[in-house]
């Protein structure tokens, strides 16, 4: 399986960013999904998941500004970043399978992800 993430870029603290995760195949259609983030200098860490009949998680730090959520298609994940801080910066990843390798990150590949850099 390949994702492909996009729509990073450079924020304003304050600012917003949607990203998008596409993968090949139908992976997104049939498994829970997550976005991480790695920080530079830091382990990669979930952020948010949703889950195959779409109940959310989102992480303590960014709970009230990130978003997660899957198009009627269920082709594309998305990850909708508002009232972004400095500390918010990295890149970004997403993957998909159980709610237990979302936690335990136990995937084989990984996409290139998509960089949040801070303009502060």
């Known amino acids: 399986v390949q994702f492909v993430e996009s729509g990073g870029g450079l924020v304003q603290p304050g600012g917003s960013l949607r990203l998008s995760c596409r993968a090949s195949?139908?992976?997104?259609?049939?498994?829970?999904a997550g976005w991480y983030r790695q920080a530079p200098g830091k382990q990669r860490e979930l952020v948010a998941s949703i889950s195959r009949l779409g109940s959310t998680n989102v992480a303590e730090p960014v709970k009230d500004r990130f978003t997660i959520s899957r198009d009627r298609a269920r082709t594309t994940v998305y990850l909708q970043m508002d009232r972004l801080k400095p500390e918010d910066a990295g890149v970004y990843y997403c993957n998909a399978g159980s709610a237990k390798k979302l936690s335990r990150m136990d995937f084989i590949s990984w996409g290139q992800g998509t960089e949040v850099s801070d303009n502060s």
């Open positions: 195949g139908t992976i997104l259609s049939i498994a829970a």
